[in-house]
């Protein structure tokens, strides 16, 4: 009984200490927000490391963070951003316009966890084009922030969509396709404009003008205004076919065809040729969904869905006006934005969307008629996708929670990863790791490693050299190589024990599994037999049919980590064999190899070069360049 009253009272007390510490920390937030005025600005919410958690605005900024504080906003994200927050400081701004602006910079800039990121990790594909080169052309980037003279389109939500614009592109305008090093060292027109699919700039087949008007119609073309295309393609045809060039002629005539037929198939939104995006938010609880239809010269485009996983705001109003800033700060603004709620301070929302543009913007929430019909749709096709986002998720839930009674876990395996080594007759060897979080592969956290030489042809020492690399990194917390909930070894029981021993060596407790190929079975002739998987403390391996969602989720983490490790193989090999012929040169170093690879690209390039060319790079020496050209003119 004396036990029991002392447990008890021990309980007591440190439940008390826990109150005590969260009420001292709320405290310290109070304290602070209490010296902070009514005014206009930004707030910004800081642990005790100093790092930003998160960063809002407000029309007065006391109110709005007391609403945090006295505890009027019962939601996770909410209690969880207090919980790590010990200070709070504060911008004044002298406009509601003036705190859009530093919200939006301030999150782009630090990118605090607990905001929401629009464009941000490659989540969209954007079609680039830098005008202050040379003869531009397309080219697809995962990042939203143009470099100098850059033109970025997009964003394109389907990788698949940009790869097929940009192949139409390659096929029926007249841009270059090589690259810039391939540009320089041509000498006569290539296999492209023998096809009519380049205006060979190269070898001077085309003045400056012709090529930019060419550009132009790209741009126009990219951002949606094929009417425009057309009636200047149109033009250039009849000049060609005035000039007797009719190939040429012929190739414009194609182009206008399938313009043409494009224009019948999309659908007509606006008789007007109006440029407006139609936005529609849908919330539920701390998580949501945005559809944007961007309807260019009165023709809806592919609709782009944005998903919210973790909204701290609220308000729809503050949302959507935090959402309008941050996404048209990196992409194009068109004429017209329809929204289905009144941001916050839409006036100084749309002066902020107009000094982007650097024209009008008018942003409108529609009451009646067919934009407000369009604005229904947008929040309908958020609200769909929101759905089939959940449904996926639950899916997904149910694949893991069978992985967990499969593979005899104690929780769910949300974070997964798997090794593989990979060596071309025990040279160059390297690995691979690949994580998979919520069942969907991470590309952020996979990683590659280069193993001793003397490992190369040891499987066996290798895992073991990258297990260690992995786990001792974990054990010393570092971000991003946290324990994962589930190892996957590509092999059997012996490639497993190995994981075992060096996990156990390391004193690290991480569950895990093998996935091995049915060899054995298939040489015996049971071509039927799938995967199996083998577990630590079960002795006979475990077989799943063949189309098991657990088996093929399993198998995804398995080939991904393959290939991966593959590819890297691949391309050091292929370094290697570069630098390999160089080595033999006499008096050319590592600085000035790294220069010749920097400018040629490849030994090919470097073999066939001139002497003039070898001079003219940069940090060669006349000696040097004839002893270059020297040795390759023996072989």
Not at 66 to 91: F, P, W
Not at 202 to 209: F, R
Not at 551 to 557: A, E, F, G, H, T
Request: aromatic letters at 8%; one cysteine or more.
């Amino acid at each position: 009984m004396g036990f029991t009253a002392c447990w008890y009272c021990w309980t007591w007390a440190c439940y008390i200490d826990v109150v005590w510490i969260c009420l001292k920390s709320m405290m310290s937030l109070r304290e602070q927000i209490a010296r902070i005025s009514q005014d206009s600005g930004i707030y910004i919410f800081k642990d005790a490391d100093g790092t930003i958690l998160y960063i809002g605005k407000a029309k007065r900024l006391r109110a709005r963070l007391l609403q945090y504080i006295n505890g009027h906003d019962g939601r996770r994200m909410v209690s969880r951003l207090l919980r790590k927050a010990k200070t709070v400081e504060v911008t004044l701004t002298e406009n509601e316009k003036a705190a859009l602006i530093l919200e939006a910079h301030l999150i782009g800039k630090y990118k605090p966890p607990f905001n929401i990121r629009l464009v941000e990790g490659g989540r969209f594909l954007f079609m680039g084009m830098n005008t202050q080169k040379d003869w531009p052309y397309p080219y697809i980037v995962r990042r939203s922030v143009s470099q100098k003279g850059e033109l970025l389109i997009g964003p394109y939500p389907m990788a698949g969509g940009i790869r097929k614009t940009l192949q139409f592109i390659e096929r029926r305008f007249l841009l270059r396709t090589c690259s810039d090093r391939e540009l320089k060292q041509a000498k006569r027109p290539c296999l492209q404009y023998q096809m009519h699919q380049c205006m060979a700039p190269c070898v001077g087949k085309c003045t400056d003008e012709e090529y930019q008007a060419e550009v132009d119609r790209v741009v126009l073309f990219l951002r949606g205004n094929n009417q425009e295309v057309i009636t200047q393609t149109k033009k250039q045809m009849m000049w060609l076919a005035e000039q007797e060039r009719f190939e040429e002629a012929a190739k414009r005539r194609d182009l206008i065809f399938i313009l043409e037929k494009t224009l019948e198939n999309q659908q007509v939104v606006q008789k007007k040729q109006v440029d407006q995006d139609i936005w529609g938010l849908y919330l539920e609880g701390e998580r949501g969904m945005v559809a944007i239809l961007p309807v260019r010269g009165g023709m809806r485009q592919e609709v782009v869905m944005i998903n919210l996983p973790d909204v701290m705001e609220s308000d729809a109003s503050a949302l959507i006006s935090t959402l309008l800033v941050e996404w048209y700060t990196q992409t194009s603004v068109p004429k017209e934005v329809l929204v289905q709620v009144d941001p916050f301070e839409i006036m100084a929302v749309q002066e902020v969307l107009s000094d982007i543009r650097k024209r009008k913007v008018y942003l409108l929430v529609p009451q009646k008629g067919e934009k407000k019909k369009l604005v229904e749709l947008a929040q309908k096709n958020a609200h769909a996708a929101f759905s089939r986002l959940r449904t996926q998720e639950e899916a997904r839930e149910l694949v893991l929670r069978d992985v967990q009674r499969i593979c005899q876990l104690s929780k769910l395996p949300y974070r997964m990863e798997c090794f593989d080594n990979s060596h071309l007759s025990g040279t160059n060897p390297v690995a691979s790791m690949v994580t998979f979080i919520d069942g969907k592969p991470e590309k952020s956290l996979f990683r590659k490693f280069r193993i001793p030489a003397e490992l190369g042809g040891d499987d066996y020492g290798s895992m073991r050299n990258v297990l260690e690399r992995r786990f001792l990194r974990a054990k010393e917390g570092q971000k991003g190589w946290e324990f994962p909930d589930l190892l996957v070894v590509d092999g059997g029981r012996g490639q497993l024990n190995i994981a075992r021993a060096v996990l156990s060596d390391l004193d690290c407790m991480v569950p895990m599994i093998g996935i091995a190929k049915p060899r054995t079975e298939h040489k015996k002739g049971k071509l039927d037999e799938s995967d199996k998987l083998v577990l630590l403390h079960v002795k006979d391996p475990i077989r799943l049919p063949k189309h098991s969602p657990v088996l093929r989720l399993l198998q995804q983490l398995r080939d991904e980590t393959h290939n991966q490790a593959v590819r890297y193989q691949a391309k050091r090999r292929q370094k290697k064999t570069l630098t390999s012929v160089l080595d033999s040169i006499l008096g050319l170093g590592p600085k000035r190899k790294k220069i010749l690879i920097s400018h040629f690209g490849t030994i090919t390039a470097i073999r066939n070069a001139s002497f003039e060319e070898l001079v003219n790079v940069t940090g060669i020496s006349h000696t040097l360049a004839k002893e270059i050209h020297s040795f390759f003119s023996k072989e």
